[in-house]
C-alpha cells in the first residue's frame, strides 16, 4: 500500500511548483529569448494569384523578393510555396533546402505564380499554411506563414465572403496559435482588408507590413528574414564595411536607385567588379529593384557598394558570432530590458581583450511608430560579456540592433521584442457632492468626534471599566475573609 503521507507531500509539492510557475509568468505579456540557438524555421510563402495583383504588382516583384528570401535561408531550414485565389494549391510541399536541386525547385515554383485567378480565398490559404506546419513545433522546428494578398476575401458571395472572414477570427488564428504558428502578413494596397491582415499577424506574434509599392517587397522580406533568423550582419556606413578574415561567406542586398541603375562592388584592393564579372565564389542575382550577390571566403579589408540606394545588408556567415540574449527584468513594475551582449567563436565565448579592448558597441532601438534612438554600452565584466538595460515607453513591436565596431571588425546582430506597458489602475470616484442643505440640527448629530478625541474617550472607559472590577472583587474577597474569621472565631 502507497504511504499515505509521502502522498499528501508529493501532492502538496506540485501544487507548491505550479504557483511558483504561475508567479513566475505571471508579469506581463513580454516576450523572453533564451541564449540558445534559434531552431530550423519551416516556412510556408503564400502567394496571391487573383486577377487584381496584375494591378497590384505589374512587374511581379513579389517573386524575386520571395527569391530573396529563400536565397537568404540556412541547409536546416524548410519551405513551401502555395498559392491562392479561390482556393490554394501547393507548387511544393514543405521541402528542406539540403540540396541545389530542392533549392531550385524552391527558387523555380515562385516563377509558377500567375494572375489570373478569380476570387481571393485567404481562409483557404491560411489553411493550407496549418495543414503544412501544424507538426513542425513538436519536432523542435520554428515554423511561419508569410502571407501576401493584395484584396479582401472574395469568394463570389457576400455572405459567403463573410462567413469565412468571421471563421478566420474564430476557428484559424486559434488553431494558429495553438501550434506556435507565426504570420507575417503582406498586404500590398490600402483597398486590402488591412485590419484582419494585421489582426492575424498581431494574434501569433509575428509581424504585419504595408507595402506601399511593389519595389520595396524585397526590403519587407529581407526584414521577415531578420526577424525570424536574426542573423549575423555588417553594419554599413554610407555602404562601407569591413571583412575580417573569421567571415566564410558575405551575402549583399543592394537596393537599385531606378531600373537602370547597375550595382558595383569596390573591392579591398580598389578594383570595381559587377553582375557581368565571372568567379566560381561568386553569384550575382539581379532584378529591376535590388541586387543580391554572394561572396564565398571574400577578401579582407574594407568593401563598398557603389551606384546603390540606401538601406543595403550585408550579411554573413562567421566563425566569429555576436550573440544576445535579453528578457524583462521581472522586478520592476513598468517594463525594463536586460540586454547581454558578447562574441561567440565556435560555440565558445571569445573574451580575446585585444579584440575587446578597441571596440565600441552602441544598442539602436526602432520603436513602433518607426523613431530610431541609439544608445551606447559600455558595460563589460570578465568574461567579455556586454550589458545594457532599456525601458520601452509604448506598446508594440520594437526592432533592435547591437552594433560592434572597430578598425579592422564589425558585427551587427538584429532582434525584435513585444511590449506591453503596465495598465495604470483606475482612480477612486470623487465623493458626490451633498445637494440638499441639512438643517443645523442634523449636521449637529452626525458631527463626528474627531479620532483622537475618540481614542481618549475610549481609554477612559476601559480604565473604569477596569477600576470598578478590581474594586468589586477586593470587595468580595475582604467579605469573604471576614466572615471566615467570625467564623473560626465561634468554634
Do not use: C
Not at 26 to 43: T, V, W, Y
Amino acid at each position: 500500500m502507497p504511504d499515505k503521507k509521502n502522498n499528501g507531500i508529493f501532492k502538496h509539492l506540485l501544487i507548491l511548483t505550479f504557483l511558483l510557475l504561475q508567479a513566475f509568468t505571471a508579469h506581463g505579456e513580454n516576450i523572453l529569448r533564451e541564449s540558445e540557438p534559434l531552431p530550423p524555421l519551416d516556412s510556408v510563402v503564400i502567394m496571391d494569384s487573383s486577377g487584381s495583383m496584375k494591378q497590384s504588382d505589374p512587374r511581379q516583384l513579389r517573386k524575386p523578393a520571395a527569391k530573396l528570401f529563400i536565397s537568404l535561408l540556412d541547409q536546416q531550414d524548410k519551405l513551401s510555396v502555395v498559392s491562392f485565389s479561390s482556393r490554394a494549391w501547393p507548387i511544393t510541399f514543405l521541402t528542406q533546402l539540403d540540396s541545389q536541386q530542392n533549392i531550385d525547385k524552391a527558387l523555380n515554383a515562385t516563377d509558377k505564380i500567375s494572375h489570373k485567378g478569380v476570387y481571393t480565398n485567404i481562409h483557404s490559404a491560411l489553411e493550407k499554411g496549418i495543414e503544412f506546419l501544424k507538426e513542425s513545433q513538436p519536432q523542435g522546428r520554428d515554423p511561419i506563414i508569410i502571407l501576401m494578398s493584395d484584396g479582401k476575401i472574395d469568394v463570389g458571395n457576400t455572405d459567403k465572403s463573410a462567413e469565412l472572414r468571421k471563421k478566420i477570427i474564430s476557428d484559424l488564428i486559434p488553431q494558429l496559435k495553438e501550434h506556435n504558428i507565426k504570420v507575417y502578413s503582406i498586404a500590398f494596397t490600402e483597398e486590402s482588408d488591412q485590419a484582419l491582415m494585421q489582426e492575424i499577424a498581431e494574434e501569433t506574434e509575428g509581424r504585419y507590413a504595408l507595402a506601399a509599392s511593389d519595389d520595396v517587397l524585397h526590403k519587407v522580406f529581407s526584414k521577415i528574414f531578420e526577424q525570424a533568423k536574426e542573423p549575423n550582419m555588417l553594419p554599413l556606413h554610407e555602404n562601407m564595411f569591413v571583412v575580417d578574415a573569421s567571415i566564410k561567406e558575405l551575402t549583399i542586398i543592394a537596393n537599385k536607385k531606378s531600373d537602370q541603375s547597375q550595382i558595383h562592388l569596390q573591392k579591398p584592393n580598389g578594383d570595381r567588379i559587377n553582375s557581368s564579372f565571372k568567379s566560381e565564389t561568386l553569384k550575382w542575382f539581379v532584378s529591376s529593384s535590388f541586387d543580391m550577390i554572394t561572396i564565398t571566403k571574400p577578401e579582407e579589408g574594407e568593401w563598398k557598394i557603389l551606384f546603390s540606394d540606401d538601406d543595403n545588408k550585408a550579411y554573413i556567415v562567421t566563425d566569429i558570432k555576436l550573440r544576445t540574449r535579453f528578457e524583462f527584468n521581472q522586478e520592476s513594475y513598468n517594463p525594463e530590458l536586460i540586454i547581454r551582449t558578447w562574441f561567440e567563436q565556435n560555440e565558445v565565448t571569445e573574451a580575446n581583450q585585444e579584440l575587446l579592448n578597441n571596440m565600441q558597441l552602441q544598442l539602436e532601438i526602432e520603436h513602433p511608430d518607426g523613431r530610431v534612438d541609439t544608445f551606447p554600452i559600455e558595460k563589460r565584466d570578465d568574461s567579455g560579456t556586454y550589458t545594457v538595460n532599456y525601458s520601452p515607453e509604448m506598446n508594440g513591436f520594437y526592432g533592435a540592433s547591437i552594433v560592434a565596431t572597430s578598425q579592422t571588425f564589425q558585427r551587427q546582430q538584429t532582434f525584435s521584442f513585444s511590449n506591453t506597458m503596465p495598465v495604470a489602475p483606475e482612480p477612486e470616484p470623487e465623493p458626490e457632492p451633498v445637494t440638499e442643505i441639512e438643517s443645523s440640527t442634523e449636521v449637529a448629530q452626525q458631527e463626528e468626534v474627531p479620532a483622537e478625541e475618540n481614542t481618549e474617550s475610549d481609554d477612559l472607559k476601559t480604565t473604569l471599566i477596569y477600576f470598578a472590577v478590581i474594586n468589586l472583587i477586593l470587595l468580595f474577597i475582604g467579605i469573604n475573609a471576614v466572615l471566615i474569621f467570625k467564623y473560626i472565631r465561634s468554634k
